[in-house]
């Protein structure tokens, strides 16, 4: 069973920056595809980020794109979510995530493993 544990969380105001992490204990970590969602109240889960763990291949959601930055340290068992230039649309709980598939995938279905998410809160 893999374990996510997200960290990293917290407030900022618009415009500030904030680095999620995704830590595992899981010893295959390194053939997991990994992914960043977020979740609002009542609605579903949304991708936000992806990266594969061949090439590797990165995919971001549009709303995302050019201001958040994915990243993985395989010596670290560890996935990273960089957000900068925050708005406070991208206030929400965000999870981590862990996909046996090679390939990046969007859909929420498509991953094994979750962590518990961590709260992101930006006020303007």
């Known amino acids: 069973q893999v374990q996510l544990v997200e960290s990293g969380g917290g407030k900022v105001p618009e415009g500030g920056s904030l680095r999620l992490s995704c830590v595992t204990s899981?010893?295959?970590?390194?053939?997991?595809?990994m992914g960043w969602f977020r979740q609002d109240p009542g609605k579903e889960r949304e991708f936000v980020a992806g990266?594969?763990?061949?090439?590797?291949?990165?995919r971001y959601a549009d709303n995302v794109l050019g201001r958040f930055t994915i990243s993985r340290d395989k010596a670290k068992m560890t996935a990273y979510l960089q957000m900068d230039n925050l708005k406070p649309e991208d206030t929400s709980v965000y999870f981590c995530?862990?996909?046996?598939?090679?390939?990046?995938?969007?859909?929420?279905?498509?991953?094994?493993?979750w962590g518990q998410g961590t709260q992101v809160t930006v006020f303007s």
């Open positions: 995530a862990a996909d046996r598939a090679a390939a990046v995938n969007t859909d929420e279905a498509g991953y094994d493993y």
């Open positions: 899981e010893l295959s970590f390194n053939i997991y595809t």
């Open positions: 990266i594969s763990w061949r090439g590797p291949i990165l």
